[in-house]
């Protein structure tokens, strides 16, 4: 069974950072593309960032400069890290994993105070 398990979300003050995690279990992770999405109050989920299997990394124009997504094959894990925080950053964030299908975690909430 696949299981995508986010964390590292919370409350931070506007120009903050957070790091977030997502570890994979269940799923071949190294032979997987992986991607950050985000849902804000009343909005429909949109893309932050991918990185493919070789490590090539795509960001939405609103996180480029900001964002960097990693990932460490060796324990499972995708990373987000988010610098520079605005509040409409606020949102629940979500990893996904696709290999012969898609995959989401349970997402994990992010606020930004101004």
């Known amino acids: 069974q696949v299981q995508l398990v986010e964390s590292g979300g919370g409350l931070v003050q506007a120009g903050g950072s957070l790091k977030l995690s997502c570890a994979a279990s269940g799923i071949t992770f190294s032979m997987s593309a992986l991607g950050w999405y985000r849902q804000g109050p009343g909005e429909q989920r949109e893309l932050v960032a991918t990185?493919?299997?070789?490590?090539?990394?795509n960001y939405a124009d609103s996180v480029k400069g900001r964002f960097i997504i990693s990932r460490d094959n060796a324990k499972s894990t995708v990373y987000l890290q988010m610098n520079s925080l605005k509040p409409d950053d606020t949102a629940v964030y979500y990893c996904?994993?696709?290999?012969?299908?898609?995959?989401w975690g349970q997402g994990t909430q992010v606020t930004v105070s101004s």
């Open positions: 990185i493919s299997r070789g490590g090539s990394t």
């Open positions: 996904k994993a696709i290999l012969t299908r898609e995959y």
